[in-house]
């Protein structure tokens, strides 16, 4: 089979390698792809977000079966095109995208269907906005509605935080239109928990659970990024616990968009918030979640792409979907001062090749046969290994390997996960 892999992020390349290991998977292709996923795949030189180029490059090329995997294309209908000129693809259409592109939907569609989230109020004026913040409880939390790289969320513990917050994305439209309309929440407290999940609209099947690392320094600390690492998997999820979210949130879900008339299909992610009073949904990615794919697929075991083509035909319920139950470990290294200022345009020097770890580049291009780096976040590097301790500390030798000017990566990915371990036992 011809596959076509709409993308260009170490998510895609994570996605790509994946792929390649399927028996039918003749050739890849990655549409517009990266310097490192040119080792993995052709890359097509057309922007994941022009949908005719595209699609006639897809009809052209004779592809079998398309996935796309980053949110702008898919809320833009990459899916329906693909689909509407014969060609299979992975991922949701524009209407149930939309769980993800327009966070004021989502949270009306939990609402409505009584599925567990943080209360919520949404604004589409700055001055109400800014009213309402001063009796709302403190801390909070700002959202942009709709999409903005991972990045339109702000947690403010004081009224100055919030108010800035409410300006940057209503008054400066520091993300564009996606911050004209805006949500004020209430903070919800617990570990953090990112579920990926195969569902062909009926059938909903888990991944293994994970946990990101979203803020830019140790500790916790510093901006929101795109996300500096994660493991796989997440020792605070439990099976009880997953027996919870299945019958409260993950069904209710599919079926709350099926009654809605925008089945789902594809990967649809779950950030959730573990709290006293019970697991509750944080937000909906309408589509593999980065990082934590990069921890996450180096652990399943069944076909990619049998599991992929099963969510495209409906017969998910049929399909094995296996991981391992080993655990991983994903480090990020980036370009200094990402998420703000960086430079680019370094050399970027892969770590020796070492069993059980794999390197996913995110922001790379390739040169006269050289790798640069082109963008903040550069290489995820992820380890394998049967416990978390021991795929910490080989995905951080390997990382330490890489070599590229401004290098930067957090130090305490899993130090969090590892607590939870110390204090409950073996994972």
Not at 73 to 100: H, S
Not at 202 to 219: F, L, Y
Request: negative net charge; proline residues 6%; glycine residues 10%.
């Amino acid at each position: 089979m011809k596959i076509l892999v709409i993308g260009g992020g170490g998510r895609e390349h994570a996605i790509v390698k994946k792929l390649k290991q399927s028996p039918r998977a003749k050739k890849l292709y990655a549409l517009p792809g990266n310097g490192g996923i040119a080792a993995d795949a052709q890359l097509v030189p057309i922007g994941a977000k022009e949908i005719g180029k595209m699609v006639d490059f897809a009809k052209e090329e004779g592809i079998d079966f398309a996935v796309v995997a980053p949110d702008d294309p898919l809320a833009l209908g990459a899916v329906d095109a693909l689909r509407a000129a014969g060609i299979p693809a992975f991922g949701p259409d524009k209407k149930a995208a939309e769980i993800e592109s327009s966070k004021v939907f989502a949270k009306r569609l939990m609402k409505q269907y009584g599925i567990p989230t943080a209360a919520f109020e949404v604004f589409d004026k700055e001055e109400d906005a800014l009213r309402y913040l001063e009796t709302a409880p403190i801390p909070t939390v700002i959202k942009a509605d709709g999409l903005a790289l991972g990045k339109g969320v702000t947690l403010a513990y004081t009224l100055e935080e919030a108010k800035a917050a409410v300006h940057a994305l209503m008054g400066e439209r520091i993300f564009g239109k996606s911050g004209a309309r805006i949500l004020i929440e209430e903070m919800l407290e617990g570990p953090e928990v990112s579920v990926l999940s195969f569902t062909d609209g009926k059938t909903v099947v888990p991944m293994v659970s994970a946990m990101d690392h979203k803020r830019a320094q140790d500790g916790d600390k510093g901006p929101n990024t795109g996300g500096m690492g994660a493991i796989a998997p997440n020792p605070y999820y439990t099976k009880e616990i997953a027996e919870l979210c299945m019958k409260t949130i993950f069904a209710p879900t599919i079926a709350a968009m099926a009654a809605e008339g925008r089945p789902f299909t594809g990967c649809l992610y779950f950030g959730l918030m573990l709290t006293a009073q019970g697991p509750r949904v944080i937000e909906y990615n309408c589509r593999f979640g980065d990082p934590e794919t990069q921890a996450v697929l180096p652990l399943l075991e069944s076909d990619l792409l049998d599991i992929m083509e099963a969510t495209v035909k409906g017969t998910l319920d049929q399909t094995p979907v296996v991981f391992s139950d080993k655990s991983a470990c994903c480090v990020v290294l980036a370009s200094e001062g990402y998420p703000a200022r960086y430079e680019t345009g370094f050399t970027l020097t892969l770590p020796k090749a070492r069993d059980h770890v794999e390197c996913f580049v995110a922001g790379a291009k390739l040169e006269n046969g050289q790798l640069l780096t082109a963008g903040g976040r550069v290489l995820g590097v992820t380890a394998v290994e049967d416990t978390l301790p021991q795929a910490i500390a080989v995905a951080y030798r390997a990382a330490d390997d890489a070599a590229f000017t401004n290098k930067y990566c957090r130090r305490d990915i899993g130090a969090r996960a590892l607590a939870a371990v110390t204090e409950g036992g073996e994972v």
